[in-house]
T-cell receptor, first 112, second 113 residues
Framework: QQQVKQSPQSLIVQKGGISIINCAYE??????FPWYQQFPGKGPALLIA?????SEKKEGRFTISFNKSAKQFSLHIMDSQPGDSATYFC???????????FGTGTRLKVLA | GAVVSQHPSRVICKSGTSVKIECRSL??????MFWYRQFPKQSLMLMAT?????????EQGVEKDKFLINHASLTLSTLTVTSAHPEDSSFYIC?????????FGPGTRLLVL
């Protein structure tokens, strides 16, 4: 119940295309869902986050879509660029502990 | 804002020695910090939760006597890997909590020879 399942494991997208990464969870107590971007040899950087009372949040080229009934959320990267090539992690947490449960990660490669 | 630093960024040590890694929140105070370990091409594995002024809470399977954590102030947490062995070689990352969000440091690459 504590798992966050992330797919796909890897993704190749053409420059200008849309990258879509999906995550699913079981624990309905989760109330905060952030996405992180990590480049090789660096720490994760917060991209965007959402709470269950919102179905969609957009920041620049990054959009989170949230489906509370399906217990799923996804990251959409519009107009993907080679500089977006990185590993992306979704996570979930709940107010009680603020500990994160991370997804397994998606390695995105954007072709020039 | 919300910048977290780690020092050192890379460290090489001999087997049996101890290594200390510092994690600092530069522009905010963090009651809670977290320490993670990451193996190549894998997700982040939470090792422990560090709370200022109290003992750290370790995840199941993490040896608290081997990975000593001290959260001495609202801006500094340290992780000491005691009697390091080659299997402790890894990428160690800390995060500091601000409201509901964790902000991560740049990581420390530890290589034990």
């Amino acid at each position: 119940q504590q798992q966050v399942k992330q797919s796909p494991q890897s993704l190749i997208v053409q420059k200008g295309g849309i990258s879509i990464i999906n995550c699913a969870y079981e624990n309905t107590a989760f109330d905060y869902f952030p996405w992180y971007q990590q480049f090789p040899g660096k720490g994760p950087a917060l991209l965007i986050a959402i709470r269950p009372d919102v179905s969609e949040k957009k920041e620049g080229r990054f959009t989170i879509s949230f489906n509370k009934s399906a217990k799923q959320f996804s990251l959409h990267i519009m107009d993907s660029q080679p500089g977006d090539s990185a590993t992306y992690f979704c996570a979930a947490s709940w107010s009680g502990t603020y500990k994160y449960i991370f997804g397994t990660g998606t390695r995105l490669k954007v072709l020039a | 804002g919300a910048v977290v630093s780690q020092h050192p960024s890379r460290v090489i040590c001999k087997s049996g020695t101890s290594v200390k890694i510092e994690c600092r929140s530069l522009d905010f105070q963090a009651t809670t910090m977290f320490w993670y370990r990451q193996f190549p091409k894998q997700s982040l594995m939470l090792m422990a939760t560090s709370n200022e002024g109290s003992k750290a809470t370790y995840e199941q399977g993490v040896e608290k006597d081997k990975f000593l954590i001290n959260h001495a102030s609202l801006t500094l947490s340290t992780l000491t890997v005691t009697s390091a062995h080659p299997e402790d070689s890894s990428f160690y990352i800390c995060s500091a909590q601000l409201e509901t969000t964790q902000y991560f440091g740049p990581g420390t690459r530890l290589l034990v020879l």
